[in-house]
């Protein structure tokens, strides 16, 4: 008869950002019996909020649903800066217990499940004095976003040896830089770009957004007036979930109405940008060739990125880079644009699960050829979620009710006495030859979306991005279908 050796934690966790402090904070909820670890590799809580440090760093989505469910957001700004996040998600941790369950400074390698003894065991190096380490688990879920934390992707640009400037990547922003009095160019288009625009332009001597090609921006107020005067009137609560509940309903709408009629849409987008250009700035470096919602949208605070072009502080310049040159850049026009820095936001390398492989008895597990389940589980995968929010909305409604999900299947699990939990897909399953991301066009997506796991053309193997379709799939359709086997 086989050793049974009792895994370390019922349930482990890589990743103690947004998504897995969520997770943790989920099972210390809904599954008090069950124990956790979670393992980052950083030295400190916030994922993403802890990486990006470069000036003006905010989220691209309301802080009303932005924020979990559970543990709602309490201030009145829209578009709240890194810290606050930063701030937030580990006040939330520490408020729920969560801090001490955490192993940080750890680098996860690979993660292979055992069928005989029906755990994992996942392989991770203590990046303080190098030694391996191993931790065995029942249940394993993935909260490493899809992007490599160690690198953003630079392209090839030529003659860049060439510049005698500071070129700089946000994903590596160097602390304490000054850029008082100096000429910067910022290369892109993209919520970064335009963050970073009229956040260093009140410092610099000119900053220049050179672009290839224009993306969508529209400008939010930065404060939430509406809540602001409800709370007059009524609980926090109240005002609270309100204002939640609208914004999720907002973002659905505009998605919805985007793709269903994408040139009136476009229409409006763009004349709200001619609205808050008022005449100065050529509209050609506003008006995209791809409709909305191809790409993510670029929400601006109180239009400062508008504002800082029309004060002269900033400019756009739409053109091909030809070489760097010693002191800027030349343009395929013949246009040179003259720089002390460069800072190159330029966009993300995707990556699966924090770079962990993964293996069934030994044998490499590809999680490229395997289709997702319910957008949480992957086919043929025991005991495994991957936590993947939304593209389209605020990553965190996906994130909470896919946690929330997994707490209902161990739950369900433990009280018909289940071991494990698998999907398997029926041969007869029409597959599509498109990714879980492919609702975006957006350049980091296309470089790697052979990387990330398949979908199917139905449910419950298609990728919906649907709140109100999602939430009655994980928290209230049948954790048995069929589709999910148990052993």
Known sequence: MANHKKPEVDVLIIGAGLSGVGAACHLQRECPQKTFMLIERRKAIGGTWDLFRYPGIRSDSDMFSFGYGFRPWNEFKVLADGASIRDYIRNTSDTFEITPHIRFGRKTLNADW????????????????GEDETVTARFLIGCTGYYNYDKGYLPDFPGQERFAGQCIHPQQWPEGLDYAGKKV??????????????AMAGEAAHVTMLQRSPSYIFSLPSQDKLSEWLEKFLPPDWVFGLARWRNIKLQRLLYRAAKR??????????????????????????SPRYMPWDERLCAVPDGDLFN???????????????????TGIQLQSGRQLEADIIVTATGLNLQVLGGMTLSLDGAPAD??????YKGVLLEGMPNM????????ASWTLKADIASAYVCRLLNHMELEGHGVAVPNADDTLKRDDTSIMDALASGYVKRSSHKLPRQGRHHPWKVMNHYARDRHMLLEEPVEDGALHFY
């Open 114 to 129: 055992s069928a005989e003894q029906q755990c994992w065991t996942v392989s991770m190096v203590n990046e303080d004095n």
């Open 185 to 198: 160019v910022v290369i892109g288009s993209g919520a970064t770009a335009v963050t970073l625009v009229p």
């Open 261 to 286: 009629y994408p040139n009136p849409v476009r229409r409006v987008l763009l004349g709200n940008v001619k609205r808050q250009l008022k005449g100065q700035v050529d509209m050609a470096h506003f």
């Open 308 to 326: 800082a072009l029309r004060e002269g502080k900033a400019s756009v310049v739409t053109d091909q880079i030809e070489t760097f040159t010693e």
């Open 367 to 372: 999680v490229s050829e395997r289709l997702t």
């Open 385 to 392: 979620a991957w936590i993947f929010g939304y593209t389209n």
